[in-house]
């Protein structure tokens, strides 16, 4: 019996592509199929909409059984049926349901308030898992029932007998919060988590080593997409979702449209990391996104940039835990004393030190801190 291939048109990031899956026994063919890769969103293999893909993969599959496949929404799909035991009389679908009906009704309110206010993807998703595993714990108990006392216990018990982090304690909190005060209206119903030790002290990478991992790194896309990342403090989602409007060189700022914030934010744009900016520009000549992939018209992936910061710092022996936003915040302690010396709060406009939303005003008199590198340099 042949071998069955199907395929389908789908839309992934806006771009039509040619959408293709396979049985286990020709998984050797992929290597022939030069570009295709994984999309977990349509759960499919995936090449570019041209004629040339179109030549690639029936050269590839020809004496297989081909089929076509109508597109289909990967919103719209219907989940797969939860199969109920393989033993006993119980038949698929039977399993016992995770929540009581009281809580099942409260976890919809919880879910639906997150969208009317406009939480991004991200925190809706944390926020939903944080309390879903609460209302699990709690079994039949009522969650609206529960008193500020029976929550700090609970708290007490997530880290003495579950042994959790300080930062999954502050995340369900966070949820717990948003339920008590956002959907039931108890304002001040939530007391603040009791003190701990407090995060680690970042480790500070010294200025040589922070120009010796900018000059080893021979690529000029990757060089310039590193530097962007490091030095405005970029989360990897962040920088690879740049597009070129986002680049404002005439004020020196760039504007991070993904932030978790509902209406972005400004960071600051140093004169060094413009001039790799323009010379990358010239060479690769991006049409929207700023940094794109191998696929025209696709950002560059968060699994490829997370791969070469790793390669980044091991050139130079920095911590493995490194991250973007570490090695950001490392820089402007050393520098210009971000943490210690300057006023965070008249920089930023806020009467918060946890927020971390300057204006674009604010910006234009803090310097960098690659450009106080580079100067002290001569670079």
């Not at 700022?253 to 932030?259: G, H, P, Y």
């Given at each position: ?10 839309k ?46 029936k ?14 929404d ?21 399993r ?28 809706q ?26 929550l ?48 680690p002290?970042?480790?500070v ?28 403090g ?13 680049v ?41 996104w ?14 490829s ?11 130079t ?27 965070h709060?008249?920089i ?19 310097e ?12």
């Amino acid at each position: 019996m042949k071998p069955v291939v199907i395929f389908r048109k789908i839309k992934l990031q806006g771009v039509y592509r040619i959408g293709f899956s396979f049985n286990a026994s020709i998984l050797n063919r992929r290597a022939r199929l030069i570009g295709a890769r994984w999309t977990s969103v349509h759960q499919c293999w995936q090449l570019s909409y041209t004629r040339d893909s179109y030549q690639l993969l029936k050269k590839t599959f020809g004496d297989c059984t081909l089929q076509v496949k109508q597109s289909q929404d990967p919103a719209a799909r219907p989940k797969q049926a939860v199969l109920g035991p393989l033993t006993g009389n119980k038949t698929a679908g039977s399993r016992k349901p995770l929540y009581s009906e009281n809580n099942q009704a409260e976890l919809q309110r919880f879910k639906a308030l997150l969208i009317v206010k406009g939480y991004a993807a991200g925190s809706q998703r944390t926020y939903k898992n944080e309390f879903g595993i609460f209302l699990r714990q709690i079994k039949k108990v009522a969650v609206q029932d529960m008193t500020a006392g029976r929550l700090d216990a609970y708290f007490d018990y997530c880290r003495k007998q579950l042994s959790l982090s300080q930062n999954s304690i502050q995340s369900r909190f966070n949820a717990l919060k948003f339920y008590y005060e956002q959907v039931l209206g108890k304002k001040g119903f939530m007391r603040d988590l009791p003190a701990t030790s407090g995060l680690p002290i970042p480790r500070v990478p010294s200025e040589e080593k922070i120009l010796k991992r900018l000059q080893l790194i021979a690529n000029c896309k990757h060089k310039a997409l590193l530097t962007v990342a490091c030095t405005a403090g970029l989360k990897v989602n962040e920088v690879v979702q740049l597009k070129i409007s986002d680049v404002h060189s005439d004020r020196m700022q760039l504007f991070i449209a993904t932030a978790g914030a509902k209406t972005g934010r400004w960071e600051t744009l140093s004169a060094f990391t413009l001039e790799l900016l323009r010379a990358y520009f010239l060479q690769y000549r991006p049409q929207h996104w700023l940094f794109e992939g191998p696929t025209p018209g696709c950002c560059y992936s968060i699994r490829s940039t997370q791969q070469l910061f790793r390669q980044a710092y091991k050139l130079t022996g920095m911590p493995k835990n490194l991250g973007f936003y570490d090695l950001h915040r490392a820089a402007r302690i050393s520098e210009n004393g971000f943490c210690t010396g300057v006023d965070h709060q008249a920089i930023h406009q806020h009467n918060s030190t946890k927020s971390s939303r300057p204006n674009k005003k604010s910006l234009q008199v803090v310097e960098s801190p690659l450009d106080t590198i580079a100067r002290k340099n001569n670079l």
